[in-house]
């Protein structure tokens, strides 16, 4: 058996795995820094069934999946690692949500599974945006450089064509994991450098995607985007107290953002200025929030009849 200790925010796990296996950890925990066996909390084992190529994970000698498929597989150790490694943190802040930069000044957008955030950073790499996570970022006394938990993006059926164009998945099989309802894609595929290790925080975005939903853009006040941040905390219940003035102190910085849409068109020509101006300008809140409200409710244009 092989091992793999990663780590994130201080703390570390250890990954064993058979060689059958080594593909997928190795693709699933690329870019994760490396921890030390003496400081590893948790054990994750897996093994795999030769003749149906389907895999089983054991967590601390307990069942925690069986009859995994690659893909299966994959999400399995992305989650769990995901929460052990953020199980206990109470000397920062660790929020759930996806990240991109461009020129190391970084858009988050906090929210857990089912929020949209993965479509929304498809489309952002699609424009030019660096990836740099899709799970976890970790800020440490109040800075506004984080640390992201950079793994695999995790699209579903519904949006791989957004990034189809981006990349060919025929010339870079090793860098992506497929099944029919979801495709793992390796940040190798959208950059080639490395990872920004701290990149810096410049805009706060808030996704509200509906099926049939007008485009609004509209900023937010701090006290607002406190308030939300705190709804997307992964360590609230370790961090006490600080789980209202960390997520406050941060977003009287940084400008925020809550996007309203139901089709990715409808942003091209309103959400890329927004977000430019802010990642080039560096506003603060106040200045950002008066030069935002010509774009308070933008809607989108009605369909057009269709002749008879």
Known sequence: MAEKIISFAGQSLTISFPEQAADI???TFLNFPEGNRSSSRVDINVSCDKEKQLYSVLEDEKCIGTELSPVGLSLLLLSRSSYSLTHGIDGGMVIHGAAVHRNNRAILMPGKNGTGKSILTSWLISRGYSYLTDELVYFQNKSLSFSPLTGPLHIKESGRHILEGFCSLHNERNNCLQSDTTTL???RLFDKTPISPSPELSCLLFIEQHNNSTLAVKSISPA?????LMESLANAEYIGLHSVTHP?????????I????GDLEHLESVLEPIIDLVLESNCRPSSFQQFIQAFQTVSTPPPRLRKP
């Open 224 to 228: 607002q985007a406190a308030k939300r």
């Open 25 to 27: 950890v190795n693709f």
């Open 248 to 256: 406050a102190a941060l977003s009287k910085k940084i400008p925020a």
């Open 258 to 261: 809550v996007l309203q849409y």
């Open 185 to 187: 894609f390796s940040h």
